[in-house]
Each structure stands twice: as structure tokens, then as C-alpha cells.
């Protein structure tokens, strides 16, 4: 699934959180491939991470802007 639709259908904190699968790895004998687990923990904290923070930048230029929860 693609990052924005897991965000937009709010399943975000079911399908990110976990351990990384890892990747697979050519042999370079030519023998196929062999798997590398992952080595990191992902965690997503909902709903903190369904958004994003608005830049200082921006909020310089528009004072009315309020930085989003938890950022």
C-alpha cells in the first residue's frame, strides 16, 4: 500500500508499527538469494503522526498558524 492511502485510511498505527521484514540479497556465487532480517522497530503514534508539523518558516509568514499537537 502506498504511505498516503494507509494515512488517509487511518490504519496506519495496525499496518507501521512492528519489526522491519529486511531485504533479500543476491549470493555472489550466483546461488539465489539469502534474506537479511531487519534490524529496526518501527512505531507510529497515533494520531500525532497522521500529521505533519508545519515548518517555522511557514509559520513566521502566518502567525495565525498553530503548530499541529505534539510537534
Avoid: C, M
Amino acid at each position: 500500500l502506498h504511505l498516503a492511502d494507509i494515512r488517509r485510511w487511518k490504519i496506519a498505527e495496525i499496518v507501521l508499527n512492528g519489526p522491519t521484514h529486511g531485504i533479500d540479497i543476491a549470493k555472489g556465487d550466483g546461488g539465489g538469494f539469502e534474506p537479511v532480517p531487519g534490524q529496526w522497530v518501527r512505531s507510529f503514534a497515533s494520531p500525532r503522526d497522521y500529521l505533519w508539523p508545519i515548518p517555522q518558516s511557514e509559520r513566521d509568514l502566518n502567525p495565525n498558524l498553530e503548530q499541529n499537537p505534539g510537534y
